[in-house]
């Protein structure tokens, strides 16, 4: 029987409107640069390199010093406990393959990026765990994960910084988190793709693949670097058997990486500390804007402060519901927002982004539309 794989609400919601419409205000990655921008980086030398490079296969796990360049970002990870994929959704798709059979059971973390919780469900059944308002934050209730963890749980789906509400649990929190899965023999998928933009820096958790041998954790090049389009995703874990199996299962799917991304992606790599450094201040910069708005508009919405990555998730408190403003929004003033429908949600959330150099113009015909809808 084949898996039946819930329609992607999020990814259908966004084809026909992202590319048509003048400013994204919920994108989820970060500008991006274009190819020559890279180049720039590059010398005399390695331009000629990259301009003799064959358009070939290259290895599964990921080229050497591609696999070397991304253990870099971390501490206890060399180049043999990673695997690249073909973005993070490649990751997510084959760990939910690999590792579930029907008879088991997965937990995810809601609202989610909808993969880390939809392939699980094609799979076998699966319990969620909403992040909760206490006091006006997000918060997440470890209790409530535990009370979820059943004899065949075998997969725990997270996401920090997460999207999108941009919550960052603390680092005890996070160690409680990966203690209770060892506890169970639970293998604990961290979605990290947003680590490395935090608000404050002091918030980064370690990735939890450096915390816990049963954990995979997830980066990517689209999010926190900006590079969606080179497609270069991979996996980070202590326990090769892990990285082996979902090796095995890559073969299936992509089969190994673009060469050219693989080789652009190792080139901007080596200059992470200019890119997260650029790209950390482009969110603070935008971030405070978008804050001082929300901030002085608190009959119309109610604003929860993220903690890292590009993306908030505040509530609306006016007159009509948010999906058909959204529409609303986009047909008059061509501007893209998230409304929480897509995360099988209804209390009035969307989701906002300030990752993009346009942010600015986009909160303005954001800000124009509800002055405008106000007085209506
Ligand atoms: C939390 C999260 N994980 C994974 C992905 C997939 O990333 P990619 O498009 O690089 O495969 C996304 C994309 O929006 C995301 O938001």
């Not at 409530?144 to 997460?162: C, D, G, K, S």
């Not at 670097?225 to 095995?248: C, D, H, M, Y």
């Not at 990486?257 to 200059?271: D, F, Q």
Request: net charge neutral; with cysteine.
């Amino acid at each position: 029987m084949p898996h039946h794989l819930d329609s992607f609400r999020l990814e259908e919601y966004l084809a026909p409107r992202e590319f048509a419409a003048q400013y994204m205000f919920c994108a989820s990655d970060l500008e991006s640069r274009t190819i020559q921008q890279v180049l720039d980086l590059l010398s005399p030398k390695e331009k000629e390199l990259f301009l003799n490079l064959p358009l070939s296969y290259t290895h599964t796990q990921g080229d050497i010093q591609l696999r070397q360049q991304i253990a870099s970002l971390y501490r206890k990870i060399h180049a043999d406990n990673v695997l690249c994929f073909a973005g993070a959704e490649e990751a997510i798709y084959a760990t939910a393959r690999v590792f579930l059979k029907s008879q088991d059971h997965a937990i995810a973390i809601t609202p989610c990026y909808q993969s880390l919780k939809s392939v699980a469900k094609s799979i076998c059944s699966i319990s969620t765990v909403d992040l909760e308002l206490i006091h006006g934050e997000w918060a997440l209730n470890v209790d409530r994960i535990a009370q979820q963890i059943r004899p065949n749980t075998r997969v725990l789906f997270l996401n920090f910084p997460h999207n999108p509400t941009g919550f960052v649990p603390s680092s005890e929190v996070f160690q409680s988190i990966m203690d209770l899965a060892q506890a169970h023999g639970i293998i604990v998928f961290s979605d990290e793709v947003y680590r490395g933009i935090e608000l404050n820096p002091q918030d980064q958790l370690p990735s939890a693949s450096e915390l816990y041998s049963e954990a995979i954790s997830l980066g990517v090049m689209s999010k926190s670097f900006g590079f969606a389009g080179l497609r270069i995703g991979w996996v980070t874990s202590q326990n090769p058997e892990l990285l082996s199996k979902l090796s095995k299962f890559k073969h299936y799917l992509s089969i190994c990486n673009s060469a050219p991304s693989e080789w652009l992606a190792t080139a901007i790599l080596r200059n992470s500390d200019i890119v997260l450094r650029e790209n950390n201040r482009l969110v603070k910069e935008n971030y405070k804007i978008v804050k001082n708005y929300f901030k002085t508009q608190p009959h119309l919405f109610q604003w929860i402060e993220p903690k890292g990555g590009c993306t908030a998730y505040p509530k609306y408190l006016g007159a009509g519901n948010i999906q058909s403003i959204a529409e609303q929004l986009l047909q008059n003033k061509g501007v893209v927002i998230l409304p929480d429908w897509v995360y099988e949600q209804n209390n009035q959330h969307f989701r906002i982004s300030f990752g993009r150099k346009n942010c600015p113009e986009a909160l303005k015909h954001f800000s124009d539309f509800f002055s405008e809808y106000k007085t209506r």
